[in-house]
């Protein structure tokens, strides 16, 4: 393995030890400094301040002439002016230019000298015509050799203004030929204002007062060094705000560093600064955060590619836990802190974006941006323009493509400078990848300044990606810890070994006694692997099902001996508690059984509380076993030594490559393992299947624009009319081209070409009453513009799928006519989302027992949605139904019935008993459900007639995303903070945001039971991040209000 670098390459040595070694520099023809490398000023203090005793002029700089800590210029002022004040033929004017110009030099050489002792490289000259050129060979000039660099001290950011002295020389020059009084009341000035040579555009732009300093104040010999004497010593009495030292150096130093990294990356220089362009404290934060000391090998070079620093778009591609994310996160920083440009994040699933936005909150509060969370129902469209500070957005696809659609639909996209998108594989899977592969074409298409950055573990066809994005490739196979693979056939092992005849080589026979009662219990000796690393290491065994997860964990727990119960055992019964308070007193059976042996499983039955208990307590090691889908390898990080694939099938599926590396991957994770392996159980019949799988290349990622018609292109072919991207045939056909689709169509569409695709695609959206328009017949690339209607631009800013916005429409339109408002069941009903009922099947008993208990204004909602009492009553009772009646209806009011007992009750656990349904499968069409509130209420935005809808369905979301008591809903605004946390800070006494970003970790760790100081942390930098979000947006709301309009009537 190759060795980890170091992050920061370079160490600055403290002032003290430069001054000691300071050596007098050799003069030598150079260029200017501008062209010049400069040493970094991220590891350097301030310099140490000299005491003072007397506030009297004479004695605070006694002999002390110089500001420089010499007396050079000094004796140059004096040299200069009693040289030429002397020659009694020079008229004043001209002894004004020439005083002006010499001293200039003077400023000049310091300031070159500073540069150049260390590039031992010296060009002095000075700015004004006709004045003296000063090199090193003429000691007639009066420049003494130099001993030291006078302004090696002072910080990058002033030593980068230097830089641009040579300019402003120019405009001096011109402003002399027009008039040299001007010029020497303008030296006077600059005289009287010493710092004016130093500071920034404040200084130099500050107005003078030329009148009261218009006489030859220059040619009293001493008038000079009065001047100056007098301008420092204003300074050194001037006030000062009492603030913190400590405070001033570390925000001086951070503020600095970032001016230096922002002019490095403009620059496009090689020269990246203290840590990749950023702040040294960027570095100190990862050490902090997350322990990270050093960056590997792949990691730097990644970083140093030519493409990146020339801002192309790049796919980079490592194995699973190889690092990719910490690449991604330090270019997202850069683009946040160096090119103050907004970042957009997008992630696959809600639960990675929450835990991403937990993770860099911290990132946020400590540098100065903002972290926003774009799932579920949360995220603004378009969302809040931020005057100062710079947003990350953290999105899941779905919220992504919305978040492009409002940024270009209000010509922002450009504020956008960075997109990066983690999992670029999850391109080729079904609606979603084709909602990824819309929203990276309209960004490729709107935004020729917008860097997109695409990271996966198993891509194949990198080409077709290559040439959709217009980016460069980037991969290694680097692993930090080796990974081995093996697959099991009866109680052999072998490892996979390509270089063999079948691909497999024998490794060894599991030694494990078995009685014929386990035998039969364990067939495939699960129980022998997963002992062979437990308790002492971590392991993982995925199943094909959620109930063979649960089987699984059972089993291994019953045949386990009685030690293992003692492993972290009052853990383990806090764990237990744990579970029990979140499921209001109930534990599930199978969890209480298996937990006291160190066991758990994690599928999606689990409620998202549960999920989390139990990932974190298999985090801490509290947990040594998980029995899990193969969901889990494409979510959160869970590591462990040894991952077992019970089977080489996900439900009824035969495993694909990419699906098995990314399990496979999970074994031997960096810093947690010193070696990894995964073990796959194979059935003799399977074992050609295997074979192909294993040494099978990953499967390629094809577009699903085609495969997926309603979320696919013809959602495309809507927003892109609706935005105003392409609004004729031939403008749509031209973006067509620009998709992974258009790169892929001789393989994906071979009966139509992809004009008549995008033909048939309009045309259907105009029959459909979402466009108007007409398509020539003759003429495919014909001129007509194509316009959007209300209900097509409702639908695209909806994101409503196709499929259903006519039906949506009608039954709001029929809401309308009667909505009853006695209670929230009719407004549920119109919020549950309709791709849901083709995956319920309705209890008929228990739907007519919550039938029978409706109220009489309950029961008019059934009427109206055409659910009626009678054809309940007859399914519940197995009779025969003539009247055909829409099963889709049916299933939605039953759904209606779960959300409308959950908001009753609060309470998932005791819905799910009631509803006979899992408790996941409740969590998960609440959360669907609080989703398609948000998307209907946008939806509702955009037409006048549904203006009714919009406030009740702000409640109604807010309600469906959180379904606590109210008091609760602050907390749970807090990324991390699920239901049981909540109801544990508010019973401590942490009723607000307020009181949660004020907390102090050390209180709430010793207050909050099973908290530990990490999540602590990351909970009190979320509430900052949120309470700052919501405090800069009211922000913006008051400057807006007062900002003086530019468009008064009267004032041009």
């Known amino acids: 393995m190759a060795e980890p670098r170091l992050a920061v390459r370079r160490k600055s040595r403290s002032s003290s030890e430069r001054k000691r070694s300071r050596a007098p520099a050799q003069p030598l023809a150079a260029s200017s400094p501008v062209a010049r490398k400069r040493p970094s000023s991220g590891g350097e203090g301030p310099p140490a301040e000299a005491p003072c005793s007397n506030d009297s002029e004479e004695d605070m700089f006694g002999d002390y002439d110089s500001f420089y800590g010499n007396d050079s210029l000094m004796a140059q002022v004096d040299d200069i002016e009693h040289k030429y004040l002397q020659d009694k033929n020079m008229d004043v004017k001209t002894a004004g230019e020439i005083i002006l110009g010499n001293l200039q030099s003077g400023v000049h050489q310091k300031e070159q000298d500073n540069f150049s002792a260390s590039q031992n490289v010296v060009l002095l000259k000075s700015d004004q015509e006709g004045a003296f050129q000063v090199h090193d060979s003429d000691p007639a000039d009066g420049n003494q050799k130099l001993t030291e660099s006078a302004l090696d001290d002072l910080p990058s950011s002033q030593l980068l203004y230097f830089e641009k002295m040579d300019e402003l020389s120019a405009s001096r020059t011109s402003a002399l030929s027009k008039g040299r009084d001007e010029c020497v009341n303008s030296f006077s000035d600059k005289i009287r204002d010493p710092l004016s040579f130093y500071a920034g555009a404040e200084h130099r732009n500050r107005p003078t007062d030329s009148s009261s300093h218009s006489k030859c104040i220059l040619f009293k010999p001493e008038s ?70 050093t960056l590997y090998e792949w990691q730097h070079d990644c970083l140093m590619l030519e493409s990146l620093q020339q801002r192309k778009n790049l796919i980079y591609s490592l194995p699973t836990s190889g690092g990719k994310t910490l690449v991604a996160e330090i270019i997202i920083l850069q683009e946040l802190l160096c090119r103050q440009k907004d970042v957009l994040m997008i992630l696959p699933y809600v639960a990675i974006v929450q835990e991403k936005v937990r993770g860099l909150s911290s990132f946020g509060v400590e540098l100065g941006f903002l972290v926003e969370e774009y799932a579920g129902s949360k995220g603004r469209f378009p969302p809040i323009r931020r005057r100062v500070k710079k947003s990350l957005y953290i999105a899941t696809i779905e919220k992504g493509h919305a978040l492009v659609n409002s940024l270009i639909e209000t010509e922002r996209i450009d504020d956008l400078g960075l997109v990066v998108v983690d999992e670029l594989h999850m391109l080729g899977a079904g609606s979603r990848g084709a909602v990824l592969e819309i929203t990276l074409a309209k960004l490729l298409y709107t935004s020729k300044k917008t860097q997109i950055i695409g990271m996966s573990a198993t891509l194949n066809n990198v080409g077709d990606l290559q040439k959709f994005l217009q980016a460069k490739y980037y991969t290694n196979n680097f692993r930090p810890v080796e990974l081995k693979e093996y697959i099991k056939i009866r109680d052999t092992i072998y490892a996979v070994d390509s270089k063999t005849q079948n691909g497999f080589a024998f490794s060894r026979v599991l030694n494990f006694k078995y009685s014929s009662n386990l035998e039969k219990a364990d067939p495939d000796h699960i129980i022998a692997l997963v002992t062979e690393v437990i308790p002492k290491y ?90 899990c889908t193969a969901t889990l390898a494409a979510g959160v990080n869970l590591p462990a030594r040894r991952v077992i694939l019970r089977a080489p099938y996900v439900g009824n599926d035969f495993l694909k490559k990419n699906q098995y590396k990314q399990m496979a991957g999970r074994a031997g994770r960096a810093g947690i393992d010193s070696a990894g392996e995964s073990i796959l159980i194979v059935q003799e019949k399977d074992k050609h299947l295997v074979q192909d799988l294993v040494h099978s290349p990953l499967e390629n990622c094809y577009s699903n624009l085609l495969q997926e018609l309603t979320k696919g292109i013809q959602s495309l072919l809507l927003s892109l009319v609706g935005l105003k991207i392409a609004v004729t045939h031939e403008e749509v056909d031209n973006f067509m081209c620009c998709t992974l689709l258009g790169v892929q169509q001789q393989l994906l569409s071979k009966e139509k070409s992809l004009t008549e695709i995008v033909k048939d695609g309009l045309e259907n959206l105009i029959e459909k009453g979402l466009l108007k328009g007409r398509i020539s017949e003759k003429d495919h690339n014909s001129k007509s513009t194509l316009t959007i209607t209300p209900l097509g631009k409702a639908t695209y800013k909806g994101s409503i799928d196709l499929a259903y916005c006519n039906i949506l429409y009608r039954d709001l339109k029929k809401g309308l006519e009667g909505l009853v408002l006695e209670s929230n069941l009719h407004l549920l009903y119109l919020s549950t989302p309709y791709d849901m009922t083709s995956t319920c099947s309705p209890d008929w008993m228990i739907y007519l027992r919550q039938f029978n208990q409706l109220s009489a204004a309950e029961q008019k909602v059934a009427d109206i949605v055409g659910v009626p009492e009678s054809f309940i009553t007859k399914k519940a009772s197995g009779q025969a139904i003539r009247k055909n009646m829409d099963d889709a209806v049916v299933n939605r009011f039953y759904l209606t019935f779960v959300l409308y007992a959950l908001l009753k009750e609060t309470n998932i656990w005791s819905v799910s008993e009631k509803f006979n349904l899992s408790r996941g499968y409740v969590q998960n069409l609440l959360s669907s459900a609080a989703s398609f509130a948000s998307c209907l209420l946008h939806f509702c935005e955009e037409l006048e007639e549904f203006w009714v809808y919009k406030a009740l369905l702000i409640e109604l979301t807010k309600q469906l995303t959180y379904c606590v008591k109210t008091e609760l809903i602050p907390l749970m605004e807090v990324a991390g903070v699920l239901e049981a946390r909540a109801k544990q800070l508010y019973n401590a006494g942490y009723k607000t945001l307020a009181h949660l970003a004020n907390a102090n970790p050390e209180t709430l760790v010793r207050m909050i039971e099973h908290l530990s100081r990490r999540q602590a942390k990351q909970i009190i930098s979320s509430a900052k991040m949120l309470l700052s979000e919501k405090a800069e947006a009211l922000q913006e709301e008051v400057e807006e209000l007062v900002k003086v309009p530019t468009d008064i009537p009267g004032t041009h």
């Open 224 to 293: 000079l060094k009065d001047h100056l004497k007098s301008a420092m010593t204003g300074n050194a009495r001037a006030q000062t705000l009492q603030v913190s030292k400590t405070k001033q150096l570390k925000e001086a130093v951070l503020s600095e560093e970032i001016f230096v990294a922002r002019k490095a990356i403009e620059s496009s220089s090689l020269d990246i600064g203290p840590f990749y362009g950023l702040p040294s404290k960027v570095k100190d934060l990862f050490r902090q955060l997350r322990g990270i000391e």
């Open 538 to 627: 971590s392991c993982l065994v995925f199943c094909p099902t959620k109930k063979n997860c649960e089987n699984v964990a059972s089993m291994v727990c019953k045949y386990l001996k009685k030690e293992f119960r003692v492993h972290k055992e009052k853990e383990k019964e806090d764990l237990i508690k744990n579970l029990k308070s979140i499921g209001n007193g109930t534990v599930c059976p199978v969890l209480k059984q298996t937990i006291p042996f160190g066991i758990a499983y994690h599928h999606s039955g689990l409620t998202n509380d549960e999920r989390k208990s139990i990932e974190e307590a298999y985090s801490a090691g509290v947990l040594c076993v998980l029995a």
